[in-house]
């Protein structure tokens, strides 16, 4: 089996370099523009830090692919293929970013044979460093991680947001599914602004799941195998398995809380990142 150690260690090196530019730009004044909705925001600093780790990682690994964030934004495609693939979001929690609510993560994940060989999530105003590797387990700043095993959902936090999509039937949806998980009753739920430190908190055994429909793959992939090593289930809010690409998931403490929250949670339509709306199915 490869072993990707130092991949891992070099992307650990230029997130916690990253941050850097991450937290100065945190307290100065920002332009913000609009992408596909009035609240998916981007600014100069997210690209900013996207191009200083693209260009970092392929100095060091050349032959390696990448998928970011904002470099989708700007047109290009998202092609997951076997090549080693590095998933980045420079800055998720871009709309915390620019009200310097405090929870802002690079988020960096990477795949071979299209399979997620490790994902590192670095909070940047918490100073936490998450990071998984495939059959190594999970740690937060180095120490070992595990979820809470909670099994019954009664006694569960449940960690969600109301991302980007704000047409009325993702709403309706997104509130539908928030009411009906209070009535279970659920112990309570979260939102931290930020798919891949919210999805992190499962791994700590801080929340007991979370479920989104609407983020990208950037936003989940690093944290998806840091959930996964940590004990916990990661899955299709339909209960299938889980697809970086399919713009919906479950993570949970068990597979009894990840099935109970699919039977009791609706999905609205989204195009798959890999998809090009733009193009005509026939
Ligand atoms: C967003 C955050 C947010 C989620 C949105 C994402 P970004 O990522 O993860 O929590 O609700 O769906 O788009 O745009 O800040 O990288």
């Known amino acids: 089996m490869a072993d990707w ?9 230029v997130a916690k370099e990253a941050s850097e530019v991450v937290l ?29 780790l693209i260009s970092a990682i392929r ?31 420079p800055i998720d929690g871009t709309v915390n970013f620019v009200h310097r609510f405090p929870f802002v993560a690079i988020s960096i994940a990477f795949t071979v044979n299209k399979q997620t060989e490790f994902g590192i999530v670095y909070s940047c105003v918490e100073d936490k460093l998450f990071h998984a590797q495939r059959g190594r387990g999970a740690f937060l700043n180095r120490e070992p991680l595990h979820t809470s095993g909670q099994e019954d959902i009664s006694r569960c936090v449940v960690v969600t947001e109301i991302g980007a999509e704000r047409d009325d039937l993702a709403l309706s949806t997104m509130t539908s599914n928030i009411f009906r998980l209070l009535k279970l009753p ?17 791994a700590t055994g801080g929340a007991d799941a979370y479920y989104h429909i609407g983020m990208h793959c950037w936003d989940i992939a690093a ?3 840091i959930v996964q090593e940590a ?11 889980f697809d970086m690409m399919s713009r919906r998931v479950i993570a949970a403490s068990s597979s009894a809380v990840a099935n109970r929250i699919a039977q009791v949670i609706q999905a609205f339509p989204c195009c798959r990142d890999d998809e090009d709306p733009h193009e005509l199915r026939l």
């Open 231 to 241: 004990g916990g289930v990661v899955m299709d809010t339909d209960g299938s398995e």
């Open 24 to 52: 100065s730009a945190l307290q100065q004044k920002k332009e913000v523009n609009l992408k596909s909705s009035p609240a998916d925001l981007v600014t100069e600093t997210d690209q900013r830090v996207e191009k200083i």
């Open 223 to 225: 944290s998806a195998i």
């Open 59 to 89: 100095k060091q690994f050349p032959q390696h692919r990448f998928i970011g964030e904002e470099s989708v934004a700007a047109g290009e495609r998202v092609q997951l293929t076997d090549c080693p693939t590095w998933i980045i979001d």
């Open 186 to 202: 659920v112990h309570g739920v979260r939102a931290l602004g930020t798919a891949a430190v919210d999805m992190c908190q499962v």
């Open 5 to 13: 150690t130092d991949c891992l260690n070099f992307g650990i090196r």
